[in-house]
Every structure is written in C-alpha cells, then in structure tokens.
C-alpha cells in the first residue's frame, strides 16, 4: 500500500528547527516533546506488564544510533532529540521509568537488546521478517523510502544503473533496496549500482551536495529532512515505496514488549502519539492502534 505523506509540511517543520548539514543542533531548543513528559499519566496497566526487576529500578535503557535526523539526533551537547526520541520519552513516562539513552551504532543495538543491555531500540526500525527473528518489534509509524537527488538532475530510481547512490550503513536500503537495484541492472546486462554506505545520515546527505554519489536513498522523514536544510540543493525524486512499518525494538517473547505496547497505546488514546507526530509533519504515518511485528518483507 502506498502511504500519503505531507512532504512539505515535514520539510517546513525542518526548516524552523534544524540549519546546516551536520548531526548537531546547536541551534535547536533541546527537543522536548510538545507535552513534557513530566505532565504524561503513568497507566498503571501497562507499567504492571513489566518485569519486576525493571518496573523497581525505576529507569528504561533506551538504544539509540542518534544519526539519523530528524528522527534521532544529536544536539550540541550530544544528548539525543528528535522525534523519535520524544516518542520513546512519552513510552518510558507512561511506564513511570526514567529512560536512559545509550548512543551505539545502528548495527549493534539488537545486539545488546538481546544481550539484555538495553531495554528498548528506538532507532527507526524498520520493522522486517529477518529483524523479527532477533527481536520484536512495537509498531508506531507507517514509513516508506523516498530518494532525493542535487536539485535539476535526471536521476531515476527505476533506472539507477552505472550510479553511486549514499546510503545509511544497515539500514534496509542498504541491505535490502539498493541490492536488489543492482542485482536487476546486473540481469539486465547494465552497468551495476555503486552502492556508497556511511555511519551516519549527515555524512550521506553531504555526499550528495558535494558531488561524491549521484542520490542517496532513506526513510521519507529523512529525505524530507535533507531536503529542508540543504537549502534547494537537493530534491526529492520519484515516489514514496516499500512502504513498512517503524518499530521499537524489544527482546523477543518478553514482557518488555507487551508492556511498550500498551504504554503506547495508552499515547494514541489520549493524543499524546498524534501531538507529537503533527509536531514532525509526519502525522499522516499515524497509526490508530500499536500493533507487534506488523512488518510483512
């Protein structure tokens, strides 16, 4: 299904709040949800799903790549904000814990989720049959890639071949989309995709404005993102696909999730989910109830 998004609602609310093309935000006001956490309800429901030995330590260790804005960045302190970050905030506020964020690489937090290090993942995920055989996942947004290319060029994502297009490292364009792109141009006996990974989305952004790849390939509310700071350097190209979900990633069969998914259902219920989506642009994802490993590819 093809997901209808506010592009340029999502591109001005980036305007306001992000400037530049790095992961700081040195000019932002601190990423606070637009209903502080301190005034969130604790539902006692969903706070009595958790463990015990997490419910009486009083806190929830959140995993985060914060390379990826504007969903989890960054700002001039190092914290993590974002909207992604605000969303994971109002979950830990309804189970009456004090999230704690730990900064990793994309690639290791499922990891140390199974390791039991950390509580919760909230790096959007995207939601996929091979990540549900580590960990589960807590649904929250429907998402969708979108490319975005130097503003005025010919690039076709249907017809990328002989192109270098950047990319987030691990993400599923990364492992899954660009793939397959290349793998097809190859069948069809054209040149094959230069596929250019990065750590971090900033660095995939400027890769595109500096002329070192052709496009790059991310999540719609990174693309809109990009295109917002850079400033008319770049635009977005084609349409939205591989539309799938967005997931808290938890450890797999345990209470942890049952618990995340009632707390945010307990945020759709009382519109705490929507402020915070419509603060991003992105409200048109919205789902109306959390659902667990939605995700089908």
Request: with cysteine; aromatic share 6%; glycine share 10%.
């Amino acid at each position: 299904m093809k997901i209808r998004y506010a592009l340029p609602a999502l591109a001005a609310a980036a305007a306001l709040v992000l400037t530049g093309c790095t992961n700081n935000a040195a000019e932002e006001g601190g990423g606070e949800a637009p209903e502080a956490t301190s005034t969130i309800k604790v539902d006692d429901a969903a706070a009595a799903l958790l463990p015990k030995e997490l419910r009486d330590s009083g806190k929830i260790v959140i995993g985060t790549d914060a390379e990826y804005p504007p969903n989890e960045y960054k700002n001039d302190k190092g914290e993590p904000i974002g909207w992604g970050v605000d969303l994971a905030n109002a979950v830990a506020a309804k189970l009456g814990l004090t999230p704690e964020w730990e900064i990793l690489g994309f690639d290791s937090i499922i990891p140390r989720i199974q390791e039991g290090v950390v509580n919760l993942g909230s790096s959007s995920f995207t939601d996929t049959i091979e990540r549900q055989k580590s960990v589960d996942f807590v649904n929250f947004l429907n998402a969708g890639s979108l490319w975005v290319a130097p503003t005025g060029s010919d690039v076709n994502p249907d017809d990328a071949c002989g192109l270098t297009i950047a990319v987030q490292a691990t993400t599923v364009q990364h492992t899954d989309e660009l793939p397959r792109r290349d793998a097809e141009c190859k069948a069809a006996g054209k040149p094959g995709i230069e596929i250019l990974p990065f750590d971090g989305q900033p660095e995939v952004t400027n890769a595109v404005v500096n002329g070192m790849a052709d496009a790059f390939s991310a999540d719609l509310p990174v693309s809109g993102d990009a295109v917002a700071k850079t400033g008319g350097q770049l635009e977005a190209i084609g349409e939205v696909f591989d539309a799938a979900p967005y997931g808290f990633a938890t450890e797999k069969g345990s209470d942890v999730t049952k618990a995340v998914q009632a707390a945010l259902q307990s945020l759709m219920d009382d519109g705490t989910y929507l402020e915070i989506l419509k603060g991003a642009g992105i409200e048109s994802g919205a789902l109306d109830k959390a659902t667990i490993n939605a995700g089908e590819n």
